[in-house]
């Protein structure tokens, strides 16, 4: 279940700052991700708001999923970078599953793909609850 989209002063949904400097820009096509930090943070904020298209299109095609549909019984909650180092990125995203808190825990990895950041696979992961 996406929350509803934040207001431009609102907090971002990936906890970096004010929505309409952090994530939005991303989101709405404006600019590309600088690290794969950023574009981990609006990947994030794009599952947390149901920006799918997003996700999609910022996810390596030789990876990716054939779709991509939203699932009514996750609400992503919170995200936690505990590591950015070259081209990996370690989280913590907190969400519900039917109502259960969970949180993801995985380094992924990203590459340059024509001058932008993209998401290739997660290294590890594994999903606490």
Same mark, same amino acid.
């Given at each position: 279940?996406?929350?509803?989209?934040?207001?431009?002063?609102? $907090?971002?949904?990936?906890?970096?700052?004010?929505?309409?400097?952090?994530?939005?820009?991303?989101?709405? #096509?404006?600019?590309?991700?600088?690290? $794969?930090?950023?574009?981990? #943070?609006?990947?994030?904020?794009?599952?947390?708001?149901?920006?799918?298209?997003?996700?999609?299109?910022?996810? @390596?095609?030789?990876?990716? $999923?054939?779709?991509?549909?939203?699932?009514?019984?996750?609400?992503?909650?919170? %995200?936690?970078? %505990?590591?950015?180092?070259?081209?990996?990125?370690?989280? #913590?995203? @907190? @969400?519900?599953? %039917?109502?259960? $808190?969970?949180?993801? @825990?995985?380094?992924?990895?990203?590459?340059?793909?024509?001058?932008?950041?993209?998401?290739?696979?997660?290294?590890?992961?594994?999903?606490?609850?």
């Amino acid at each position: 279940m996406a929350i509803p989209m934040p207001g431009p002063e609102d $907090p971002c949904p990936c906890g970096a700052g004010a929505f309409g400097e952090c994530c939005r820009p991303l989101l709405q #096509r404006q600019r590309t991700a600088a690290s $794969p930090e950023e574009l981990m #943070r609006s990947r994030f904020t794009g599952y947390a708001v149901g920006e799918l298209d997003h996700v999609f299109r910022t996810w @390596h095609p030789r990876t990716r $999923p054939l779709t991509l549909t939203p699932d009514p019984e996750t609400r992503w909650l919170r %995200l936690e970078v %505990l590591d950015a180092v070259d081209d990996e990125v370690e989280f #913590r995203a @907190h @969400h519900e599953h %039917l109502g259960a $808190p969970r949180v993801l @825990h995985e380094r992924s990895r990203f590459e340059q793909r024509r001058g932008q950041w993209v998401y290739v696979e997660a290294v590890q992961g594994q999903v606490l609850s």
